[in-house]
């Protein structure tokens, strides 16, 4: 009975309510500025969702990013891209829910710009997708986010890798502890003018562990990855 009436709701809502309310308070999507129709998401339209692309295989197993096509990951290389090959890191493997460009970028930023948080749940489904077909979760009995700075997350009044995680945490059934690394409360915001030398030496300096990790596997959760200084610095530390 229950799902008859939210069938006849929801019938109400596209053939009557939706159009007056469309007539009075017309919006458009905040991705791609088209007017909203009928067949939207949390203010982004059909054509945007379905925009949010992943990472095409194969990947690297490290770093996670595009290897050329034809790779053999079970070659001598043991499906390692050549930066990874020739360089050490303290990650064990990198997996993103889509690419970050383009519509990626336009929903990031309206959750993070625009106090959006909602937008974080179907991140953190896509997400924990990806994940999944890496194996990654597997044998993790801990989920920790990287920490944002603490007045950015004041003003935004919340923190997007702490809002993926917690997301995750659920999906994964992870436990997930935010006592373990903390950001020091210094000037924010210069790291995008930085080179990526420069950025992880910042993150160096900005990274400190609170609580030791007790030895266990963690799975570190971050909304936004590009040059890896920060994913690579808290690695680190953990």
């Known amino acids: 009975m229950d799902g008859q009436l939210r069938s006849a709701a929801r019938r109400v809502h596209r053939g009557l309510l939706f159009p007056a309310l469309d007539f009075l308070l017309p919006s458009d999507c905040f991705a791609c500025r088209a007017p909203l129709g009928r067949w939207q998401h949390l203010g982004a339209c059909a054509l945007c969702w379905s925009g949010l692309e992943p990472l095409s295989p194969p990947l690297c197993v490290r770093c996670g990013l595009p290897a050329p096509s034809g790779t053999d990951l079970h070659g001598p290389a043991r499906g390692l891209c050549g930066r990874c090959l020739i360089s050490s890191s303290h990650l064990d493997g990198v997996r993103a829910a889509v690419v970050y460009k383009g519509v990626a970028r336009s929903f990031l930023l309206r959750a993070k710009l625009g106090r959006r948080r909602e937008l974080m749940l179907p991140l953190a489904l896509r997400l924990a997708a990806a994940v999944r077909a890496a194996g990654l979760q597997e044998g993790c009995n801990l989920l920790v ?10 003003w935004r009044g ?15 059934r992870i436990s997930l502890s935010l006592r373990v690394l903390r950001r020091r409360l210094g000037p924010g915001g210069v790291a995008k003018r930085l080179s990526a030398a420069g950025r992880l030496a910042s993150a160096r300096r900005e990274f400190h562990l609170r609580a030791p990790a007790g030895g266990r596997r963690v799975l570190l959760v971050d909304d936004v990855m590009t040059t890896g200084a920060s994913a690579e610095t808290c690695a680190g530390l953990l």
């Open 145 to 154: 986010p990287v920490p944002s700075h603490p007045l950015t997350d004041l």
């Open 158 to 172: 919340f923190s997007p890798s702490r809002e993926l995680a917690r997301h995750l945490s659920r999906l994964l």
